[in-house]
């Protein structure tokens, strides 16, 4: 059974970080991209990032670079989203997503999806 399980998430100040954590069991976590979605109330869900299988490849919304970080340990299954200087705006549940293909979680068509975890920005 494939699970992705996010954790992490908070309320903060404006400014503030955050690091999300997602632990996978999608077999062989090694094969799989990773990515991290978001989701605001009332708006669709939208991309955040994206990691390879190695890492050599790394994709972000222009909304969040510079700002946020996607890295991964395969040894531990996980893979995290640091989030530095976070705006009210970035205020959403975010999710965890996997699949075997670059393609597939950039344009938000993964094969796996995390619960998600809330995060609030106040200002």
């Known amino acids: 059974q494939v699970q992705l399980v996010e954790s992490g998430g908070g309320l903060v100040q404006a400014g503030a970080s955050l690091r999300l954590s997602c632990a996978s069991s999608?077999?062989?976590?090694?094969?799989?991209?990773m990515g991290w979605f978001r989701q605001a109330p009332g708006k669709e869900r939208q991309f955040v990032a994206a990691i390879s299988q190695t890492g050599s490849s790394i994709y972000y919304a222009d909304s969040v670079k510079g700002r946020f970080t996607i890295s991964r340990d395969n040894a531990k299954n996980t893979v995290y989203l640091q989030m530095n200087s976070l705006k009210p705006e970035d205020t959403a549940v975010y999710y965890c997503a996997a699949d075997l293909t670059s393609r597939t979680v950039v344009q938000g068509i993964p094969g796996y999806w995390g619960q998600g975890t809330q995060v609030t920005v106040f200002s």
């Open positions: 999608v077999g062989t976590f090694s094969n799989y991209v």
